[in-house]
Structure formats: C-alpha cells, structure tokens
C-alpha cells in the first residue's frame, strides 16, 4: 500500500522517480498507443489498411519513456515501426489513422501509409522504410543543431536487426568525432524480422556497440516506462551539455508478429504469454498507480476516453476521401527558382 504524503512516490517501500501525476500520463500514453495499434490491427483484417503495417504492441513505454525526457524544440526519427512514435510526439491520432487507410486527411495526403509519415509542427521526421536508414538521418539532423548552436537533441530510433549495419556504425563514427546530440535508442525486441538476437549477433551488451567510438552507453528495461525515462533523462542531459551522442540498448518485447503478415512461428506460444503475464508495461504502471491509491474507476475512465478517441480516429478515417490523382505528383519534386 502507498504511504500518506510522501508516499505519493513510494510502491511498497521502494521510492519512484515519479510523480503520481507523471505516471499516470504515462499510463494513458502507453494505453493510447496500446489501443490505436489494436485497432490499426482490425483494420487491417478488414482490408482498410494496405501494404506493410508494423504494430507496436508491447514496446509502448519505450517511446512514452524516452520521449518524457526531451523537450521542445527536440527531435525524434525512427524506423517503419512508428504509429507509436507518432502518437507519442502528440500528432493527432485521426491523420495517423487516415494515413494508415491511405486517405486524403492523413498526415501524408495518403501517399506515405504505415511507414512514411512526418509531422513538422511535432518535430517528427518519419517512418522509414530502409531498414537502418534513420540512423544516419538522425545523426544528420543532430549536425544541424549543432551547426546552428542550439541546445537540442536528436533520438533516433532503431532496433536490434538494424544494430549491425555498416551505416549505423559510420554514423557513431562521425557522431562521436564532431561531439553531436543525439540519443542513439536501440529498440532491442529480441526477433527483428523473425531471427533472435542471440542467433544474430555475439554481442551480448548492444549498449557497448559505439565504445570503439567512445560512445557511452546503458541497457534498460523496456518494459518499465519508470526505468527507460530514468535512463533518457540521463541520455539527454549528457547530449545537451555537449559531450557528443549517447547509446541507449532498451530491451524490449513485441507481442505481434514483425508485421501484420508474420504468423511468428519462431516463437512458442507460451512465450509471449508469460511476457504479458509477468512484464507488460501497462500492467506494470497500472499495478503501481494502484499502489500509489489511485482508484479502480480512474483507471478505468482513462481506458474509456483512450477507446473513445481511437474509435473516433478509425471513424474519421474511413470516412476520409482517397487522394485526388493530381497528388501523384506533388511533393515529389522541388522546383528550384530561377537563376
């Protein structure tokens, strides 16, 4: 049970580095995502959404964690699995599912679906196909904060199947020599496309993956939101002081399969089962805002609101209109001014 005052902070004897508050944001982050990417999932069966779809089910507080530390002004990039991302920087959950439907309200106009969406105004610079391919994006926008001067940092995301890539290496490389801010975040799922970590790389530590470039780095728990925004406000502080990237191994589990189309057949059954069982993040947070003495009924109209609001955007979607032809030809070339 929760002490009195103090106690706003204590589970069981233990002190939080949150507050009540903190945490309950957290909780409704992680459930918002949690419920739209359940939805996304419905959709898809019904054939609303085409292509590739990569669901994020089961990482949620990673993204809620790491994005609790940053502030504005910050900026976030990340790999084809980014719904949560999305939904995390505050875009607006009916244009990420208009987009997820291929619709002219999405944030894309429609033309960039599951993986390939941006938002300016939220500093949210994609969804990225190419496996690895962000890494070096992220450390290029990381330069420009650093050419103009700024204090921001950038976090850049990917996961394990991507640790390995020559590009992502070479972007430690120029990272670490011109001192940039950027949060390298490893999203550790354990089975990238289908293969397990174990079975891909000797590396037993992916956090020590830039210490041949002096990059420091930590593993976290990716399934408690608590450890990961811990671990990110210490991540951030070293960037913005100007002490060069940092490395971030956050170990994490998907309960869905790589994509809508992956049965996940190299993994029993039991196995995802004992994770939600014992170490789902909504769980966990859920199970300590109890302890904290907040109410049942709290939890359970932040779960109300979330599904009201996703099924609003499911509903916006599909009502939507598809693109106009002509928009097979915007935003493909940039004119230059004449001479």
């Known amino acids: 049970m929760a002490q009195a005052t103090e106690g706003r902070r204590r589970v069981k004897g233990r002190e939080l580095s949150v507050s009540r508050e903190e945490l309950t944001k957290a909780y409704r982050d992680m459930l918002m995502i949690r419920r739209f990417e359940e939805k996304a999932g419905q959709l898809y069966g019904m054939g609303l959404i ?3 779809c990569h669901l994020y089910i089961g990482q949620e507080a990673v993204v809620v964690g790491m994005l609790s530390a940053i502030s504005e002004g910050d900026e976030v990039i990340t790999s084809y699995r980014d719904h949560g991302h999305m939904l995390a920087c505050g875009m607006d959950p009916r244009g990420v599912m ?35 391919a962000q890494v070096s994006l992220g450390a290029g926008l990381a330069f420009s904060n650093g050419y103009r001067g700024n ?13 390995n890539q020559g590009q992502v290496f070479e972007s430690f490389n120029l990272a670490a020599l011109f001192k940039l801010p950027v949060v390298f975040v490893i999203e550790n799922n354990r089975y990238s496309m289908g293969t397990s970590v174990e079975r891909a790389t000797t590396a037993k530590d992916l956090s020590r993956n830039g210490a041949a470039w002096g990059i420091p780095g930590a593993q976290v728990d ?9 671990a990110a406000g210490v991540a951030v502080a070293y960037c913005r002081s100007g002490k060069g990237p940092y490395l ?23 196995e ?32 109300d609101e979330v599904k009201k609001i996703v099924q609003n955007a499911a509903d916006f979607a599909q009502a939507s209109a598809e693109p106009d032809a002509a928009e097979l030809f915007t935003d493909v070339l940039l004119e230059a001014p004449a001479a």
């Open 50 to 52: 085409g292509g590739f």
């Open 248 to 270: 971030l191994e956050v170990r994490t589990y998907r309960y869905r399969g790589h994509s809508m189309s992956d049965p996940a057949r190299y993994r029993t059954r039991e």
């Open 222 to 230: 990716g399934m408690n939101v608590v450890a990961v925004k811990e």
């Open 272 to 303: 995802v089962q004992q994770m939600r069982a014992e170490h789902d993040c909504i769980e966990g947070a859920r199970a300590n805002l109890l302890a904290l003495g907040v109410e049942e009924e709290a939890l359970k109209k932040i779960d």
């Open 151 to 163: 204090d921001r940092v950038c976090l850049t995301f990917f996961g394990e199947g991507a640790a």
């Open 98 to 132: 208009a987009e997820l439907t291929g619709r002219r309200d999405g944030y894309s106009h429609g033309k960039g679906g599951s993986m390939h969406m941006f938002s300016k105004a939220r500093n949210f610079f994609g969804g990225h196909g190419i496996v690895g």
